[in-house]
């Protein structure tokens, strides 16, 4: 019997556990993956997390600290009043008030360092001056305002004070008799020519100091700006001597209007000078590109877009004339009865009109003065707000 040798079989394969799973890969980390003997690197993008939408308060105080500002405001009020009416002989109304101010600063300055650090102590007393100086003006500006108000109420309650004049009316003659209707009209007959003879100059000014340029432009930049500090009466001085007196112009309403432009000049081209330089460049030269000259520039481009800047100008300029008396009371006269043409004659208008009657001294007088303020500082609004709606631009564009 032949035994034949079978090969051993092979034995199988040990049986392995399956392969881990890799870890999850992480926001930004490198995959490294071998094959035939090369690297590929992969980049995963960073995880982004969706913006905080939530609006977050900026402006405003504090609970805690507004509670800090009460008590040391609480605080500086009582140790004034301590201090003005029980220990020193300061007892008025403004010295009671100065001192609270000025003990308030101390307060606050040692309330907050006790729980902040040096800038929030800083940060608090320069807030603490600012807010005090912005209720100053006000506080005068109302009490100003309302003083002038309740003084002349007893001559506003009468209608003929807006449309009659004083032809024919005494210093002691009844509130209800006669007005100033002539000083309203000679107002706005002389700031009207005024306005007519400033604003082409002043622009024309402004325009040449910006857009021009060149060392003619230095000079008259300097002189519009010492021009800008001028005296009134000196203007009113200039005027009568170049007009009245050189060349025969009798004193009236125009001569009165021409003082007031040299007053408001400089005012309306240093303002209208700094609103030109606001105006982007871009635009400027995004207008040359397309081919259009340097006046079709300024004309539709510049002036347009410095629209409100200019009625600023505007405003500051009638601020500046419509409240002047010196040069009016040199070159214009004063009439008590109505000139509606201001080449004949003089003319009368609210400031001097305010002048002569307070200064006279009697009762009904001052009166009728502090209502003619009234009357003034009512029409400086109006003019203001008619102003600002005719140089805001159209919507949709």
Not at 1 to 27: D, E, R
Not at 312 to 334: C, F, K, M, N
Request: aromatic share 6%; hydrophobic share 55%; net charge positive.
């Amino acid at each position: 019997m032949t035994h034949v040798a079978l090969p051993p079989t092979p034995a199988a394969p040990p049986v392995s556990a399956a392969p881990a799973a890799p870890p999850a890969p992480s926001a930004g980390s490198t995959l490294v993956a071998p094959a035939r003997g090369t690297t590929h690197v992969r980049t995963l993008p960073p995880v982004r997390t969706p913006p905080d939408t939530r609006r977050r308060r900026v402006a405003g105080v504090p609970g805690h600290d507004r509670l800090v500002l009460l008590g040391s405001l609480a605080a500086a009020a009582a140790l004034a009043w301590v201090l003005c009416f029980r220990l020193l002989p300061w007892g008025t109304p403004l010295a009671y008030a100065v001192v609270t101010f000025a003990t308030f600063l101390a307060v606050v300055t040692v309330a907050t360092s006790a729980t902040a650090d040096g800038p929030a102590v800083a940060d608090r007393l320069a807030g603490a001056v600012v807010t005090g100086g912005a209720l100053t003006v006000a506080v005068a500006l109302t009490s100003t305002v309302v003083f002038t108000f309740v003084r002349g109420f007893g001559a506003l309650r009468h209608w003929s004070m807006l449309f009659d004049d004083m032809a024919g009316v005494g210093p002691r003659d009844p509130l209800s008799v006669g007005g100033v209707g002539h000083a309203v009209l000679g107002t706005l007959i002389e700031i009207g020519l005024a306005v007519a003879f400033t604003v082409p100059l002043g622009l024309g000014a402004a325009v040449f100091m910006t857009e021009v340029g060149g060392r003619f432009s230095r000079v008259v930049r300097t002189v519009v700006e010492a021009m800008t500090a001028l005296p009134s009466i000196v203007a009113g001085l200039f005027v009568y001597t170049v007009l009245i007196v050189g060349l025969g112009v009798p004193r009236s309403g125009l001569a009165a209007a021409v003082a007031l432009s040299v007053m408001m000049l400089p005012i309306i081209a240093r303002a209208a000078d700094v609103v030109l330089r606001v105006v982007p460049s871009g635009l400027r030269e995004a207008s040359a590109a397309l081919g259009a000259p340097r006046w079709r520039t300024v004309w539709h481009v510049v002036l347009p877009t410095a629209r409100p800047g200019l009625a600023t100008a505007l405003i500051l300029g009638v601020a500046r004339g419509i409240g002047e008396t010196s040069p009016v009371l040199l070159t214009s006269g004063a009439a008590s009865f109505f000139v509606a043409n201001p080449m004949d004659g003089v003319m009368n208008s609210l400031p001097l009109f305010i002048y002569s009657s307070v200064r006279s001294g009697e009762p009904g007088l001052v009166q009728r003065g502090f209502a003619t303020a009234t009357i003034l500082l009512v029409l400086v609004l109006v003019l203001f707000v008619v102003a600002r709606l005719v140089a805001r631009r159209p919507a949709g564009r």
